[in-house]
């Protein structure tokens, strides 16, 4: 605004000392547009994505931004990370100076709003400096996948009591985490203890201790997401959403079941997720969940059915006239 | 070097500047000035325990606005001049906030505030001070704009706007942000930031609307050239080194005698120790086929003589010895030429009128056979008006009979200017006696008989008017010092002059009775404070010229003179290029020098466009590795449009290669071939087979070329 203001006073007075001063001010412009490319020129970048996340619950992504221009720092950069279904992105990582060949990392934390695979395409690298007066803008194509699983919510004693869960005794009891089956290679999820640290030094990886289990402690969930025709669009809504709460649901009990040593299985209308053992880590029941879609009812396969081994079953029900807070105690 | 600290240096540094550039030309009176420098070094002490205080920013909000209202009480009840009232605000605005220099956004205040008294400063000054403060800015901008974006940031990422919290003042405090490099880096920025703002400034249309002109800024006082002159008044300003006139000879000659004598008014009537001029409607002054006619137009052997001439508070145009006419170009208005308006009286008092606050460019073509010649008619009533005398002056007529001895009216006063320069009897000297009640000239003559020159050319006019010849007092510059850097003899206010004009054998004729002593009493003309002075006008005269008189017609005739160097730098037909070596000539090596820069200043934009076409360009093509094969598959794609096979958006390679195939085209496999190389290196990292691929998209384009109805 003062530049197109003193540009007028120069044009309305000819004089030329306010030509000067507005030339000067043209100058910062160019200059300051110029200096920021400079600034964004051989940033590279890289993204670390968690092993897992939930949805609906905030968890941290790691940018790593590196100067790799031989005599130039580079200041104030703000990087924005975009999931390709998100509308805006956050500005959440600030890179005061990084030195000419030197690296430096940064978190922000981020929330996923629902379940299912999360791309990223694009990091939108920007900065201002040095002069606060352009800002300048590169976006560097940096993909990644990261799998957000259903919602995890804490299932109270009552709940896990209609899922027969609250029968078992979760803990001092001898052999019930079962014994040592034998070692495999550590999975995302696995709990510390159970590392063979001897073994994961010995082979230079980190190797788990598998354990045998009882057929007695076994839980399958039945959850039908199959979708009824809709007379409206609410009606469809409402549907969806006692489906997530559904979904959710499952993997909460499934959570609450692994770690009373429970094994636990899902099925759903066509698959069946695979049986995971107490002690292991839950992720396949969550990847199973996190992929999870409904199907239209006309088309869909039988209903899902109970083993004919042993071991408790339970339905989830998917039931849009109950609300969220009212479905885990129906 | 701490960022929090060096931030605070660079802020005052800016401020100072700022404040410097209020109280350039004379608005600011010398006490506000004071008080505004007292201001700005006690607020270095004021800190956080201070500012942090309750009540603080109160006391200051209720100290601007009784500043405020006192500034318009002045302004009202007082009469105190508008401006002078508004710097004395904006500057205390600025010290305010040198007070309360807390957070990022202050400073931003603070820098704001600065360039707001650069921007004021344009219509307090034109002088080289404006030069220096306005570098001194191009130098200290890039640091202060630097320091206080990066302090924001800080602040914003490591606290709140308002409170920057205690990590935020924990990084302020760091060393390692800004360092030595830091501070040569963004010094560094002023060289593109000065070219840029040259190249802007020379380019931006000067096509002047001149709604808000503020007109003139005023000129420099010199005693002699106003409507009368005291004797004494001349002497005092003999050691002046300020150049008032500067005059440039087209061919480079000095002049003949050593010395330009340029004439500025005259008087006609003396009284009282006065000089005064009898009151005449003043006559405009036209020109007539472009030059303002003094005795004839140029021809051909007559020298031109450039004159710059600072703006006087007399808009006395000065005229050479021996001109013959002068050639006053037009002003350029509103994008139009105006001419300039000149006016005449008798005596040859010569004026312009539409002073603005700007040097006066003209040339004076001098011919020698016009010299100490006069072309003013002389009409039988105005005989009497210059052999006015103040009273019988019986001594000075007999000593006038005396020492004229017999002859005629040229050679009468030629002995008499000979015995006041020549004789001895008198010396010429800055000091004079107290004469008390008595007639200066009669001291002059019969008792001191010492005097500077007003006193030898009263004497001599007086003494010519006893003797019968009419004769007028004169007023103007003689003398002129070689200035090497800008190239050009500097006339300055020590050279003002005193001498005689004559009405002999039909025409006024020159005499000049000041001994030669008179020349070794002017302004020093050796040592380095001359050199540093002589420097110094050079860079005014430029700054002058090329800055503040910088107008559309120059901005025409530079960009020509650029095209025609551009021409001759590519070997243009022999008439252009004859004209281009005939236009360098006349304009020198800074003519060159301009060009150059131009030259450079293309260049770097050039080079730096070239730059992002090719950082856009690899972003496109991806990674280095596979640009080969994206360039491959774009040629295969321009053979294929060209043939009428364009690819569509929405297609892939291999479905692309596929219609192909389907369409007929004969050459089909080589596209399929060179798909799948494509494909292979882009997505893959597989080896291009570059030669072999080369040659198959040979065949490609060889088969494009066929008749597809054949």
Redesign the interface.
């Known amino acids: 605004m ?1 530049t197109v203001g ?1 540009g007028l ?16 001010m ?3 412009l ?3 547009g ?2 920021s ?1 400079v600034a964004l ?1 051989r940033v590279r970048i890289s993204r670390r994505l968690p092993h897992h996340a939930f949805a609906q619950t905030p968890f941290v992504v790691e940018l790593t931004l590196r100067n790799t221009k031989r005599r ?2 580079s ?2 950069l703000e990087v924005e990370d975009r999931a390709l279904d998100e509308a805006k992105g956050e500005r959440s990582c ?1 890179f ?2 990084i030195s000419p060949g030197d690296s430096q990392a940064a978190t922000y934390r981020r929330t996923a709003p629902r379940r299912g695979w999360q791309r990223f395409g694009t990091v939108t690298v920007r900065t ?6 352009i800002e300048k803008g590169r976006s560097l194509p940096l993909a990644g996948d990261l799998l957000v699983y259903p919602k995890l919510r804490a299932v109270d004693a009552r709940t896990l009591h209609v899922f027969g869960v609250g029968e078992e005794t979760p803990s001092r009891c001898a052999g019930e985490r079962g014994e040592v089956w034998g070692v495999r290679e550590y999975r995302s999820g696995d709990e510390a203890r159970s590392i063979h640290w001897f073994r994961s030094a010995a082979t230079d990886r980190l190797v788990v201790r598998e354990q045998t289990s009882s057929t007695r402690s076994q839980l399958t969930l039945l959850l039908d997401q199959a979708e009824p025709a809709h007379v409206d669009d609410d009606a469809r809504e409402r549907w969806h959403r006692a489906f997530e709460d559904a979904v959710s649901l499952t993997a909460s009990v499934a959570d609450a079941a692994l770690r009373r040593a429970i094994a636990v299985e899902v099925r759903v209308r066509g698959a069946i997720s695979p049986r995971v053992a107490p002690g292991a880590p839950p992720d396949p029941i969550f990847r199973f969940l996190a992929l999870l879609t409904s199907v239209s009812a006309a088309v869909a396969p039988p209903p899902p059915t109970a083993p004919t081994s042993a071991g408790r079953t339970m339905r989830v029900p998917v039931d849009p006239a109950v609300e969220a807070t009212d479905r885990e105690v129906a | 070097m701490r960022l929090l600290t060096l931030h605070a240096t660079v802020s005052y540094l800016l401020a100072g500047l700022g404040l410097l550039a209020l109280s350039l030309g004379s608005e600011l009176p010398p006490v506000s000035a004071l008080l505004l420098g007292m201001g700005y070094v006690g607020s270095l002490w004021v800190g956080p325990r201070i500012w942090n205080r309750s009540g603080y920013t109160s006391f200051w909000n209720a100290l601007l606005v009784a500043f405020l209202a006192a500034q318009v009480l002045r302004g009202f009840v007082f009469r105190a001049p508008v401006l002078t009232l508004g710097v004395e605000f904006a500057g205390f605005l600025q010290v305010s906030r040198l007070f309360h220099r807390r957070s990022a956004r202050d400073h931003q205040h603070i820098q ?1 505030l600065a ?1 707001l008294h ?2 004021a ?3 307090l000054s ?1 002088g080289l001070d ?1 030069a220096a403060v ?1 570098f001194g ?2 130098l200290v ?2 640091w202060m ?2 320091l ?3 302090r ?3 602040e914003r ?1 490591y606290g709140t706007p308002d409170e920057p919290g205690p990590r935020a003042r924990q ?1 302020l405090q760091s060393r ?2 800004v360092g030595p ?2 501070l040569l ?2 010094a560094a ?1 002023a060289l ?3 070219l ?6 020379l380019l ?1 249309p ?9 007109g003139d800024i005023g000129g420099r006082r010199v005693a002699g050239f106003g409507g009368d002159v005291e004797l004494g008044d001349f002497g005092v300003i003999r050691a002046d080194p300020t150049v008032v006139v500067r005059v440039r000879p087209a061919d480079g000659v000095g002049p003949r005698e050593g010395h330009y004598r340029l004439r500025g008014t005259s008087f006609d009537h003396y009284e009282g120790g006065r000089w005064s001029r009898t009151e005449h409607r003043p006559q405009p002054w036209g020109p007539m086929l472009g030059y303002h006619v003094l005795q004839r137009r140029p021809r051909d052997g007559d020298r031109e003589l450039e004159i710059l001439l600072d703006p006087l508070e007399e808009a006395v145009v000065f005229v050479p010895d021996g001109a013959v006419a002068l050639k006053v170009p037009p002003r350029v ?1 509103n994008a139009v030429d105006v001419p300039r308006q000149l006016q005449q009286r008798p005596g040859l008092d010569l004026r312009y009128l539409d002073g603005d606050g700007l040097p006066l460019r003209y040339l004076a073509y001098v011919s020698d056979e016009a010299r100490g010649v006069l072309p003013d008619p002389l009409t039988a009533e105005d005989i009497a008006t210059y052999l006015q005398l103040p009273g019988p002056l019986r001594r000075v007529r007999e000593l006038a009979l005396d020492k004229a001895g017999a002859g005629t009216p040229r050679e009468r006063a030629r002995r008499l200017e000979a015995w006041l320069r020549d004789s001895g009897e008198f010396v010429y000297s800055l000091e004079m006696p107290d004469t008390g009640d008595r007639d200066p000239l009669e001291v002059f003559l019969f008792e001191a008989k010492r005097g500077h020159c007003e006193y030898f050319s009263t004497a001599l006019a007086v003494m010519l008017r006893t003797i019968g010849v009419p004769s007028r007092n004169v007023t103007g510059f003689v003398g002129g010092t070689w200035n090497a850097y800008g190239r050009y003899y500097a006339v300055s206010q020590g050279d003002a002059h005193s001498w005689v004009e004559a009405w002999v054998d039909g025409a006024w004729e020159t005499f000049d009775p000041t001994p030669a002593a008179r020349g070794e009493m002017g302004p020093g003309q050796g040592g380095w404070l001359a050199e540093a002075r002589a420097l110094l006008d050079a860079l005014r005269t430029r700054w002058s010229e090329d ?5 559309l017609r120059r901005q025409v005739s530079g960009l020509r003179r650029f095209y025609l160097w551009l021409r001759a730098l590519r070997g243009a037909e022999p008439s252009e290029e004859a004209q281009a070596s005939t236009m360098a000539r006349r304009n020198g090596a800074a003519g060159r020098g301009w060009g150059l820069a131009a030259a450079l200043l293309t260049l770097s934009i050039a080079m ?1 466009l070239a730059l ?1 076409w090719r ?1 856009r360009r690899a972003l496109a093509e991806g990674p280095r590795a596979t640009r080969g094969a994206t360039r491959l598959y774009a040629s295969l794609e321009a053979a294929l449009r060209r043939r009428g096979l364009p690819r569509p958006p929405g297609r892939t390679p291999k479905e692309h290669a596929a219609s192909v195939e389907a369409a007929g085209f004969e050459a089909a496999d080589a596209v399929h071939e060179i798909t799948e190389a494509y494909l292979a290196a882009r997505y893959g990292g597989a080896e291009l087979d570059l030669p072999a691929l080369k040659r198959r998209l040979r065949d490609v384009r060889r088969a494009c070329r066929r008749d597809p109805e054949r």
């Not at chain 2, 840029?196 to 400034?201: K, S």
């Not at chain 2, 800055?547 to 107008?551: E, P």
Request: hydrophobic share 60%.
């Open positions: 003062v003193v006073a120069a044009v309305n007075t000819g004089n030329n000392l306010l030509y000067l001063v507005l030339g000067l043209l100058s910062l160019l200059v300051s110029t200096l490319d020129w130039l720092p200041y104030a600030f005061l100076k201002r400096y040095p002069f606060g007066l | 704001a360039f650069l921007i400063a344009t219509v034109t404006y306005f800015f191009v901008t890039p704009l630097a206080t974006h990066l924001a940031e800080i990422h990084v390692r942000i490099g830091f880096g963004t920025l593109p930031l000065f840029a703002t040259a190249a802007f400034f931006f000067r096509v002047g609307m001149g709604f808000l002109s503020f208005a800055v503040v008189s910088y107008d730096l992002r950082r």
